[in-house]
């Protein structure tokens, strides 16, 4: 049982990321970004090509990674999102979706739809026991990695001023430009941020499924999950909600049937819809006329 | 110019003998197409067809009611599933084409219930698990025949079966019509006023006395009808289904059909649907295209890989979609009525 909480946990760290990077967007701009998942795939992509083709180490093919999807995200906040006419919350999905289209497509066109490895110094072979619970270096790296950037994320919005413009930003743009802000450069950051996080969860797991254009789809959903679960606006809850899933996942997975383990998480997003539409751990907010 | 006089002449289903002729020539050419275009093409009108109905009823809920749906291609796989399941227990197909439809509409009505209470990017989520759901639901029950799919022989009428690509070709035209006027003259009525409404302001329409409860479901409704009607009518044109042509992809065409031909217009529709589905069967053979196919090819082997060429398509769809919503939101539909303005008013 614990065992299995603790593969749990494993994968509810990668879909706590993912969740985390579509609250911090959607906290910014109101839209869910369903590029997400591809931007991801993109410097995961970068990664390999840095660690394999060109033959360079690890840190810095981590950190180039880092760099292109900081880089990427303010690309897209910058040419597409900022330059939509009064948009609204339909239009700017449809950006999004055409974004992810265009990622997908670059990928495959470079790539090919070949599966290729991407090898980070931790393996997933070698283990550690804890008592009687097993857990592959990998995974430990993952969790540590994953609770390492939420702790940088939150120190982040909490303590500087940037961060604090941010949340500035979030409650009430006018207000915040009003005092100085500069809200269209924080909105971009805003966008590099989260296409960090989503990195990161990108290269946490492609040495475990295997790098090709279609493997962020699945972390995508279940981080779509995982806000869905905590309430899209409160990032804590999405972080939650990325353990609870990938734990209760893994649970059912176990005992009721590995089967249906993915439809799982699209029921979960339905019941908690259906029960409290706006997430289990945030408020419905009426809209005011 | 072309003032109205009373009411009836705004309501008219075709306004002025210029459009009358038009259509009327429209409906002669649609009848003519399949005797004189070689089969290939008749197969591709036909796809066209089917792909029309969709987005007609997607572009009801999407354009002008407002809501956004990322899984109907579960409604057209559960209209095409039921259709052929129906069919081959021996109803006759019209029958069988319609209860399925109506069985989509049923669904539609299961999916708008929780969709009354969410909105942006819950009701995103929430219609985007339905489709993937159907999927995989689909794909692992026997008696819709799991991965493998089911195959289907034509539709049967009991006294004579269709087959052929000609006839395949007015067994589609008949319902695109009727679906077209119908999609029409639900826009123009009071239902159609209602969703348009809910569109611009869910709060304003229902203080205007709007039951925005029961229209929003009527609109899921609907459009899940459409859809229902297209799956059973997709079945019998390329004979064959499997869960694995109803994916999250699929859905994302419709949806672009939607916005690249225009939000909330009959004739957005059909622009969106032609040209996105042509773009899509262009994909194989994107190398053919006169001066452009070279060029992507050189391209493809000095920087990128030769095996991924297809994606392109991907590509163009996808910056189509964000620079239509960017700088011409009414989509390809916008242009054209940007051009008739031009030349109506032209030299001013």
Same mark, same amino acid.
């Given at each position: ?13 990668? %879909? ?24 991801? =795939? ?170 090709? !254009? ?17 309430? +899209? ?21 176990? %005992? ?34 | ?49 089917? *792909? ?69 990017? @819950? ?6 698990? +339905? ?53 029409? *003259? ?31 479901? =009527? ?5 899940? +009808? ?53 773009? =899509? ?27 991924? =060429? ?18 011409? !939101?009414?989509?390809? %539909? ?7 303005? @031009? ?6």
């Amino acid at each position: 049982m614990l065992q299995i909480i603790i593969s749990g946990i494993v994968v509810g760290s990668i %879909y706590a990321l993912m969740g985390l990077a579509m609250g911090i967007i959607y906290k910014a701009s109101e839209v869910p970004n369903f590029a997400q998942g591809e931007m991801a =795939m993109i410097s995961s992509y970068i990664a390999f090509v840095i660690l394999a083709v060109h033959g360079y180490g690890f840190l810095f093919a981590f950190t180039g990674a880092i760099a292109f999807a900081f880089l990427l995200g303010i690309f897209f906040e910058f040419v597409f999102i900022r330059r939509a006419k009064n948009p609204n919350i339909l239009s700017l999905i449809i950006i999004t979706l055409g974004f992810q289209m265009v990622l997908y497509g670059i990928a495959g066109w470079k790539f090919g739809s070949d599966q290729r490895r991407l090898s980070l110094p931790f393996s997933d072979r070698k283990t550690y026991n804890f008592g009687d619970v097993v857990i592959s270096e990998l995974g430990l790296a993952t969790i540590l990695a994953a609770i390492l950037l939420m702790l940088v994320v939150w120190w982040f919005l909490s303590s500087t001023k940037t961060g604090i413009a941010m949340k500035a930003t979030q409650q009430n743009s006018m207000a915040a430009k009003i005092n100085g802000i500069p809200t269209n450069k924080i909105m971009s950051l805003s966008f590099g941020i989260s296409s960090i996080v989503g990195a990161v969860a990108g290269l946490f797991i492609a040495p475990v499924t295997t790098l090709d !254009p279609n493997m962020m789809w699945d972390p995508l959903l279940k981080g779509f999950a995982a806000a869905v679960l905590g309430g +899209f606006g409160n990032l804590p809850g999405i972080i939650l909600g990325g353990y609870i899933l990938g734990i209760t996942e893994n649970i059912y997975g176990y %005992y009721i049937s590995v089967e249906f383990k993915s439809v799982f998480a699209l029921l979960v997003i339905v019941l908690v819809l259906w029960v409290k539409p706006s997430g289990l751990f945030s408020r419905h907010h009426t809209k005011k006329v | 110019m072309d003032m109205k006089r009373d009411y009836y002449e705004d309501v008219q289903f075709l306004k002025g003998a210029g459009l009358k002729t038009w259509f009327f020539l429209l409906l002669v050419s649609l009848v003519v197409f399949p005797f004189i275009a070689p089969s290939y093409y008749v197969y591709v009108a036909s796809l066209i067809g089917v *792909n029309i109905i969709v987005v007609l009823g997607l572009n009801i809920l999407v354009g002008n009611t407002g809501q956004i749906s990322l899984g109907h291609a579960g409604f057209v796989a559960i209209g095409a599933y039921i259709t052929v399941l129906l069919q081959s227990s021996g109803i006759p197909f019209p029958v069988a084409l319609v209860l399925g439809a109506i069985i989509a509409a049923l669904f539609g009505v299961v999916l708008g219930i929780p969709a009354l209470r969410l909105e942006g990017p @819950y009701l995103a989520i929430a219609t985007l698990a +339905f489709g993937l759901a159907i999927e995989v639901i689909i794909g692992r029950i026997d008696l819709f025949g799991g991965h493998m799919g089911l195959s289907v022989r034509g539709a049967d009428f009991g006294f004579t079966r269709i087959i052929n690509e000609t006839e395949v070709y007015f067994l589609i035209l008949i319902p695109l019509i009727i679906s077209g006027v119908a999609a029409r *003259n639900i826009l123009r009525s009071k239902t159609g006023r209602a969703f348009q409404a809910i569109r611009d302001s869910n709060i304003a329409a229902s203080a205007m006395g709007v039951n925005v409860a029961r229209y929003k479901t =009527m609109s899921f409704a609907i459009s899940a +009808f459409y859809a229902g009607i297209a799956g059973g009518l997709w079945a019998v044109l390329i004979g064959f289904i499997n869960p694995g042509q109803f994916n999250f992809v699929l859905s994302i065409q419709y949806l672009a059909m939607v916005v690249v031909g225009g939000l909330g217009t009959i004739l957005g529709s059909v622009f969106g649907a032609v040209v996105i589905t042509l773009l =899509m069967l262009q994909a194989e053979s994107i190398q053919l295209i006169p001066i452009l196919g070279p060029m992507f090819e050189w391209f493809s082997e000095t920087f990128m890989t030769r095996s991924g =060429m297809p994606n392109i398509t991907w590509i163009l769809t996808g910056l189509a979609l964000m620079l239509i919503v960017i700088f011409e !939101p009414l989509g390809l %539909y916008g242009l054209w009525i940007r051009c008739k303005i @031009y030349w109506k008013t032209w030299p001013f």
